[in-house]
């Protein structure tokens, strides 16, 4: 069965500055999607970017970035320019073909003004 | 659309007692799924359905039963709640094929089971 690692718990960072959030996942797949969800106090679930596997390019969605190593099977996150709203559960996930969300245990993110 | 709707949003139950735990969504998504959430532990998966009258297990299936007969609705039935089982609870869907695959939540049910 795939499994998605998160090994950081907890990370803070300081207003302003960049933070990355480690993700490895385990899978013999070759074709799969890459996710990282955020969700806030309110415990509203909310999809921050996405990578699918066959695109060699980072995916970027305006401060947030992904580093993606298909052979080391890591997915990290980038914030850039941290910001207080930032402050949240991140949660890295797998899918592939017709399975499942599969989630890694989160790493609570705490931004220091 | 509504997307995807959960009731109710807050259960305080006594051990024993039953419940059903509602998931709608609007978007004519095949694909269904119920998770819990523990502090420490992500989002496990219970449950999960590929379209009306198929569902299958996952993860943590133990004192859970699902039904699906029509594609917009996939509730949750707890037989005799338990404390082991207080947690956030989140319902899911996408359109598999899908543009890239994405998943919908539900705002959650946070259930008390005392």
């Known amino acids: 069965a795939q499994t998605v690692t998160q090994s950081q718990p907890e990370m803070s960072v300081q207003e302003a500055e960049t933070v990355t959030l480690s993700c490895t996942y385990d899978?013999?797949?070759?074709?799969?999607?890459l996710f990282w969800y955020k969700q806030p106090p309110s415990r509203q679930m909310i999809l921050v970017i996405r990578?699918?596997?066959?695109?060699?390019q980072n995916a970027t969605e305006n401060r947030f970035s992904v580093n993606f190593q298909k052979a080391a099977k890591s997915f990290s996150l980038k914030i850039s320019d941290s910001q207080l709203g930032d402050a949240a559960m991140y949660f890295c996930?797998?899918?592939?073909?017709?399975?499942?969300?599969?989630f890694g245990k989160g790493t609570r993110l705490s931004v220091i003004a | 659309n509504a997307g995807v709707t959960q009731t109710p949003k807050f259960q305080v139950l006594k051990t024993g007692q039953s419940m059903t735990l509602q998931c709608a969504q609007d978007?004519?998504?095949?694909?269904m799924s119920w998770y819990r959430q523990d502090p420490g532990m992500g989002l496990r998966l219970i449950h999960y359905?590929?379209?009306?009258?198929?569902?299958d297990q996952g993860e943590v299936p133990n004192g859970y039963n699902v039904s699906r007969s029509t594609t917009e609705d996939f509730p949750l039935r707890l037989l005799s709640a338990a404390p082991s089982q207080t947690s956030v609870y989140f319902c899911?869907?996408?359109?598999?094929?899908?543009?890239?695959?994405?998943?919908?939540f539900g705002p959650g049910t946070r259930l008390t089971v005392l």
């Open positions: 899911a869907s996408r359109q598999d094929g899908g543009k890239y695959n994405e998943q919908f």
């Open positions: 899978t013999s797949e070759s074709d799969y999607y």
């Open positions: 990578q699918e596997a066959y695109k060699q």
């Open positions: 996930a797998y899918l592939s073909g017709n399975t499942p969300l599969v």
């Open positions: 978007m004519n998504h095949e694909y």
């Open positions: 359905s590929v379209g009306a009258g198929i569902t």
